[in-house]
């Protein structure tokens, strides 16, 4: 007779199984050992998460900055299933296609600006990364300037965890793991004149490509200079280097725009996404180029495309995505993360009031972030923060690289005044316990 299990019961079996048999992505395994998992999650619900132990959370940072339509949507399950049970998958290799495929293919397109027309898919950011630097370096190399290999990326950037993008990551804690990353990138501080110097003292002849964020999410949330990017892209057209957004955070309404660069008058060379495409509900990524660099690409290619991965175009995956951009598009999505995101700011500027070592805040559409001051070797604060704001039923981020003492926000862009409320009053309460 198979015995059932109480929560409790069911908590402690499953903690056992998690420590051993199961590798926790970015995550610290000594302290799992000891501990276990702090929550096994069981459900979702809009803004908020429930665990096996019946607690229910908000999740004020969409999970990892992409269930951005909200936890529980059965539209996506049905349409999953659905596709699941016609065609789950098949082969997108060489001259095989699927209409999910192709229609998700025509919907990016209406979302993204200028000629950015084209997608390749993946099943994530990191891989949209990797792809991308792939083709630039494929690009150039048609081109007849196969020197063009680097890749520039910024200080406190976040791209991905696979070989290239783990490598354009401009966090040194990546770096120290790997030991050894790929060669040919280079990393500067976000002002013009780190980027001129760098052309400088590598030659553009050797550059292939710049990668951004449009706003960096992991590194901390930041918003750069209103004129940044205008002036990079300006140096970056000077010189043949090909702008590359990271949009895996910022695109499909994050920032209050269809993608994040738009925020800063510029539209890239290429565009990187994932996460909010599907709202975390199947896993998809890409990389979005212009008609024109298609065009070049597919003319001055000989032989194949040598880059293509299995779920390169994943049907069940690709459905998936349609419905989510569908929701974000007929409940006005966007218009509630400018809404929102203003008023979240404000309550940000309210908390600041309230706290002399709260020394900056900021937001752009619902990414924000709340930094307190940190003297040179002092211990940051916003880890205990976060645990203050667990024990009052709040799930946020602590930012701590680069002596940084960050909290960061992302909240589902269905969220309401009331919802949001609750965050910055929690956020206070937690603030004010921690000192
Ligand atoms: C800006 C950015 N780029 C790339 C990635 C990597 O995406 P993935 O984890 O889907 O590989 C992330 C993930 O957090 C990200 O925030």
Redesign the pocket.
């Known amino acids: 007779m198979t015995q059932v299990l109480n929560n409790e019961q069911l908590k402690q079996a499953l903690t056992e199984l998690d420590k051993k048999h199961f590798i926790h992505p970015t995550s610290n395994m000594k302290q799992l050992q000891e501990e276990g998992p702090t929550f096994i999650f069981t459900e979702g619900d809009g803004i908020y998460l429930k665990d096996i132990e019946g607690r229910k959370l908000i999740d004020s940072l969409s999970s990892?900055?992409n269930v951005n339509i909200g936890h529980g949507r059965e539209e996506l399950g049905e349409v999953a299933k659905e596709q699941m049970t016609k065609l789950a998958f098949t082969s997108a290799f060489s001259n095989w296609s699927h209409e999910p495929i192709i229609r998700l293919a025509e919907e990016v397109a209406k979302w993204t600006p200028g000629d950015l027309n084209v997608t390749f898919f993946t099943s994530?950011?990191?891989?949209a990364?990797d792809t991308a630097f792939k083709t630039v370096r494929h690009y150039w190399n048609v081109n007849g300037k196969p020197e063009k290999k680097k890749i520039i990326s910024r200080k406190k950037s976040?791209?991905?965890?696979a070989m290239g993008?783990t490598s354009a990551t401009g966090i040194p804690e990546f770096h120290t793991f790997t030991q050894s990353i790929a060669p040919d990138f280079h990393y500067v501080d976000s002002t013009v004149e780190s980027f001129n110097e760098m052309i400088e003292k590598e030659g553009a002849h050797t550059i292939a490509a710049f990668i951004s964020?449009p706003v960096q999410?992991?590194g901390g949330v930041n918003i750069p200079e209103a004129n940044y990017f205008k002036e990079i892209k300006a140096i970056c057209e000077a010189n043949d280097i090909l702008f590359i957004s990271?949009e895996?955070?910022c695109g499909f309404g994050r920032t209050g725009t269809n993608f994040g660069m738009e925020n800063f008058g510029i539209t890239p060379d290429i565009i990187t996404m994932?996460?909010g495409v599907t709202s975390g509900y199947a896993p998809l990524?890409g990389m979005v180029i212009s008609e024109k660099m298609h065009k070049e690409l597919y003319e001055k290619t000989e032989g194949n495309f040598w880059h293509g991965y299995t779920y390169s175009g994943h049907p069940t995956a690709a459905a998936v995505a349609l419905k989510n951009l569908e929701i974000i598009k007929e409940e006005n999505l966007i218009d509630n993360v400018n809404e929102m995101g203003k008023y979240m700011l404000e309550g940000f500027e309210w908390i600041k009031e309230q706290h002399a070592h709260v020394v900056d805040v900021r937001g752009i559409g619902l990414l924000g972030a709340i930094s307190l001051h940190r003297s040179e070797g002092a211990e940051a604060k916003t880890p205990k923060i976060v645990q203050e704001a667990l024990k009052r039923g709040l799930i946020c981020r602590a930012v701590v690289y680069d002596g940084q003492d960050t909290l960061a926000f992302a909240p589902p862009f269905t969220i309401t005044k009331d919802e949001m409320d609750q965050i910055i009053h929690i956020v206070n309460e937690s603030i004010q316990t921690v000192g």
């Open positions: 990892l900055w994530g950011g990191s891989e990364n976040y791209h991905g965890v993008s964020e999410g992991s990271d895996v955070i994932a996460k990524g």
